[in-house]
């Protein structure tokens, strides 16, 4: 039943049984933990055969990857990564294992030393900032908070950002010079962005300026949970038509293809914004692991055999997206209690509780042991306007877990919203 | 001969042999290359065990490497490369595959924002120096360069940087902040800093001030090549006397132990300034890659195993380094001509011609197919104030090709030095 169709008398009743309900939960001593966006350990196994697959061989065109060189990552590599980014190899660069690395690199480099020469850097101005979609990735922000770089936050649409409020937004303000977006299976909310989406912020630079950068995190490129999931359009390409290819960097990475934080990282962008880096990059290194490069070219060998890898991902991982949605459905659908995303791939679901519960659901449900992200973590400066955005992340705990997880989430839920309606 | 005991008709008799001889190595279309301090194959392939050594078993003490996390490295890693440089766990961090992304990474950190908060930030003055002892690495002093900090070159002794030199200057110019060494077979000088030197240059933060940092790059911590090498003296001990284990940050990696450029990288300093970086490091990494840590570890095992694989390496590389020296001594001992250095470790072979010089050897070398390191680059700003360093590496070319290149480089050195006798 809908809470605002409750009585005073049935929602004390309600108090009282959950009140009930939260207190048997404390007693049960419970660790359990919903925050991280990790596989887990079956995942991960999955790519075990990494070790060894060189069987001797660490030789690739030519190049012997067991020795100095190749900042722009190796051949093969680039290769096989750019087609995941939808990029052919000379727009594509492989690096080391972390793709926040890049992205730290890229602004870095656009803020302090510029892009296109010392005249292009952003730091000349006196004030510098990015447009943040929020709910949105919490290490994005934290990059931007870091550098000095004002967040504006905006807001997120079923078909990704809102992108009237952010071409209204660029049109006022010219200090404005980048947006962070995670494009398909958004962090967190798992929407897709929109063919239409895409196209607009392709167009953007035109609006904004040649300083202007999309910061196109394509974490999920790959890790689809189901067939029909929804496709994501190539921003290169419509880049491509509106002359935009410059202010453009896409990013991607294996670390949740084999191994968490041992794969490796790309990115793509124009030949020219990939030169400039990598002459910023040869003062900090002298190239990449490219045996581990190898290793997974070697591995993953094609787009035909990553897709069934990816389907044992899924496979592993949707039930647990699946014992959570069925929970949320079963004892909050239609109570006005909260609503939530039920994505067709990436790593997590978005909850909105009613506006002014984020933050005591978080406390009450870390009081009986059940670790949720801080409310506001997926905020620039981790602040939710509304306080009602929670990111729950089911891939890592073993399946029973995720399952007493969200039954005590669920139950902190239903007693915030009680309580607030109730005020008491 | 010595070249100030020939007449002008001697020599000019010399000209004319060394002009034919000249002619001759011209004729033979050489394609020589001298100029990179990278190892060979064979000795890359010393560790080609190092993919699959893990047998399916990526479990480190409880920690699985195959998941995120861990910015300050295995804890395996941290006990073994630790002892690389003579420092427990806790003051030692393992990280990616280069070192110099470490020192640049310190470098950044303490002039951008600061060891100690932004109040200890080094960009706070109008003007930053660095002491660069000289001949030195050319990508230390790039790092400076790239990052606005001007450069002093201080003399290298065989007992390392002229410690008086550097005293003096500290003295006297309150803008010096730090200061590099490559303290153990010195790159390209090949000298290990004596026990006076590192105590000396532990006891620089009390003379400079707290923030004054030594970039102790021990790249050639472990490479000798030959059992009596010299021993370097443990810096963080005489640290740990003077109270000045916060001003001094080492370095190292086994890029020049198993797979160059695939290796993991390894930095140590004091706990609170480990935090501090971890904390920075943070906003870019959620961690290294720590399978290829374990890789490292399981492969080389522990210290007496390293010191086998090390001299496995010495076994290839000492025949090409005395094959340069025997060709040096043999034509140009007691000319007059240069002079060279006889390292026991390391990679290079420092050579200095007569003032003046370098620059035409490296071009005459170059006009016949023999590629030697540009001259000026082992000096800040690839300015020799002598013209006469020129850096030999004989590593990395088959030992046949070494033998012709130095033969060439001595003709290039003997007609230079001649035509400059003679005034042509």
Redesign the interface.
């Known amino acids: 039943m809908h809470i605002d169709q409750l009585s005073t008398a049935e929602l004390e009743q309600q108090l009282a049984a959950l009140e009930a309900r939260y207190a048997e939960l404390g007693q049960l001593e419970l660790a359990l933990d919903l925050t ?1 966006g ?2 887990c ?1 079956e995942q ?2 999955l ?2 055969g ?7 061989n ?1 030789l690739s065109g030519g190049v ?6 190749g900042l722009e990552g190796l051949a093969e590599a680039r290769a096989l990564f750019g087609s995941v980014l939808g990029l052919p190899p000379e727009e594509t660069l492989v690096g ?3 793709s ?2 890049m992205m ?2 890229v602004v870095d480099f656009a803020l302090s030393e510029g892009l296109r020469g010392p005249q292009s850097a952003w730091g000349n101005s006196d004030t510098v900032k990015f447009l943040c979609p929020s709910p949105g990735y919490d ?1 994005h922000f ?2 931007c908070e ?1 550098l000095g770089i004002d967040m504006i936050p905006v807001p997120m649409l079923d078909s990704g950002p809102d992108m009237d409020a952010v071409e209204a937004l660029l049109r006022e303000d010219p200090a404005i010079v980048g947006i962070w977006c995670v494009p398909r299976f958004s962090n967190p909310t798992g929407c897709t962005y929109s063919d239409a989406t895409v196209e607009r912020m392709a167009a953007l630079p035109r609006l904004a300026g040649e300083h202007f950068l999309v910061m196109w995190d394509n974490a999920y490129a790959v890790h689809t949970l189901y067939d029909d999931a929804p496709q994501l359009a190539s921003i290169a390409e419509y880049c491509r038509a509106q002359g935009t290819l410059d202010n453009v960097f896409q990013f991607g990475s294996t ?1 949740k293809i084999t ?4 794969g490796v990282a790309f990115m793509g962008s124009s030949p020219a914004n990939l030169a400039a880096f990598c002459r910023h990059l040869g ?10 490069q190898l ?1 997974h070219v070697r591995f993953l060998q094609d787009r035909e055999r990553l897709a069934a890898h990816m389907a044992r991902h899924a496979a592993i991982i949707r039930p647990r997206f699946e014992s959570v949605l069925q929970t949320l459905e079963k004892e909050l659908a239609g109570t006005g209690m909260g609503s939530w995303t039920s994505p067709r791939g990436g790593y997590f679901i978005s909850f909105d509780t009613l506006p002014g519960l984020a933050r005591e659901v978080v406390r009450l449900a870390g009081d009986i042991g059940v670790k949720l992200t801080p409310a506001g973590a997926t905020f620039p400066y981790g602040e939710d306007p509304q306080d009602c955005n929670i990111r729950l992340a089911p891939t890592f705990p073993p399946a029973p877990a995720v399952e007493a997880t969200v039954e005590a989430f669920v139950v902190c839920v239903q007693l915030a919203s009680v309580r607030q309606r109730l005020g008491t």
């Open positions: 991280r990790k596989p350990s991960v196994a790519s075990d990494l070790d060894g697959v060189l069987a001797g660490y012997d990857t067991r020795n100095y060189g080391g294992n972390s926040l690395t730290y690199q290490r934290a990059i870091h670390s191994h968490a934080g041992a003062y900090q290194s002298i190239g990449p692991d490219k045996v581990n290793r």
